[in-house]
């Protein structure tokens, strides 16, 4: 089994950064993809950003240029530092860890953009 613990949301205005973290703790830890989500009432939960074991990234076309993912392997943890954010990225950002062939979300943060 694999927990996984968000850290890192909140309010922030338009323009303004927030990072977001996702650690992972278990037995038998093999982490291979790491990623990020969001969900928002209106709309089903889609792709943010993704990073492979050997430190290959993708971001969706929304966020490029503004947030960069990251991971430290010696921790299991898996970084999203948004910068420039907009009210449009507000959301519920969850991390996505993928262990051997299985597949575990956390629990979810937070994230408003408001002025």
């Known amino acids: 089994q694999v927990q996984l613990v968000e850290s890192g949301g909140g309010l922030v205005q338009p323009g303004g950064s927030l990072r977001l973290s996702c650690a992972a703790s278990?037995?038998?830890?093999?982490?291979?993809?790491m990623g990020w989500y969001r969900q928002t009432p209106r709309k089903q939960r889609e792709f943010v950003a993704s990073?492979?074991?050997?430190?290959?990234?993708d971001h969706a076309d929304s966020v490029k240029g503004r947030f960069t993912i990251s991971r430290d392997n010696a921790k299991n943890t898996v970084y999203l530092q948004m910068n420039r954010l907009k009210p449009e990225d507000t959301a519920v950002y969850y991390c996505?860890?993928?262990?051997?062939?299985?597949?575990?979300w956390g629990q979810g943060a937070q994230v408003t953009v408001s002025s």
């Open positions: 990073i492979t074991r050997g430190g290959i990234t």
């Open positions: 996505n860890v993928v262990n051997y062939a299985s597949n575990y």
């Open positions: 278990g037995t038998m830890l093999r982490i291979n993809d």
